[in-house]
Antibody, heavy 116, light 107 residues
């Protein structure tokens, strides 16, 4: 059974950084991209980009302004989302998801709250 | 970029009603359109993939159709557990995009 388990909620101050993890099980980690999606409170779904666990290549959505980094650790079957220079507008639930054609599985989400 | 325009943004309906949501793409695309259901506090759940393929375990009252730029999602007979927000998503090209969502609420 495919499962994506994300790390727990975080509360951060503006200007700080946060790292969210997404550990997979039930499939070969390197066989599928890992996408990241966020959802601000009361808002819709926003695609942030992806990492290819096989070679570490990344694709970022055009509006992220170099504050987001995706990585993957194949030894741990875990993908990571690193957010820096946090601001209040980054408050959201962050999801990892495979989002692939006919292979679409989501983590439970990680709430990141940015507040002074 | 492929923009997805979902309509309506809110549907007020009663149990037993037929509900239809449309998702219009800004340019012609392949069949790789997915429909999700999201309930408060939960991750999105895949209902329909490849525009019309019902996911395993999803009730047959849900269906999807369409091609090119126009896609449709239908609930044939709304059930109490179907009150939720629905999103379309295109896996045709990068950047991936989502529709704005349609909230199905009780009339």
């Amino acid at each position: 059974e495919v499962h994506l388990e994300q790390s727990g909620s975080e509360v951060k101050k503006p200007g700080s950084t946060v790292k969210i993890s997404c550990k997979i099980s039930g499939y070969t980690f390197t066989a599928h991209y890992m996408h990241w999606v966020r959802q601000a409170p009361g808002k819709g779904l926003e695609w942030l980009g992806l990492v290819d666990p096989e070679d570490g290549k990344t694709i970022y959505a055009g509006n992220l302004q170099d504050t987001v980094t995706f990585t993957a650790d194949t030894s741990a079957d875990t993908a990571y989302l690193h957010l820096s220079s946090l601001k209040s507008g980054d408050t959201a639930i962050y999801y990892c998801a495979t989002l692939e054609r006919m292979f679409d599985f989501w983590g439970q989400g990680t709430l990141v709250t940015v507040s002074s | 970029d492929i923009q997805l325009t979902q309509s309506p943004s809110v549907v007020s309906a009663s149990v037993g009603d037929r509900v239809t949501i449309t998702c219009r793409a800004s340019q012609p695309m392949s069949i790789w359109l997915t429909w999700y259901q999201q309930k408060p506090g939960k991750a999105p759940k895949v209902l329909i993939s490849a525009a019309s393929s019902l996911e395993n375990g999803v009730p047959s009252r849900f269906s999807g159709s369409g091609s090119g730029t126009d896609f449709t999602f239908t609930i044939s007979s709304l059930q109490p557990e179907d009150f939720a927000t629905y999103y379309c998503h295109q896996a045709n090209s990068f950047p991936r995009t989502f529709g704005q969502g349609t909230r199905v609420e009780s009339k």
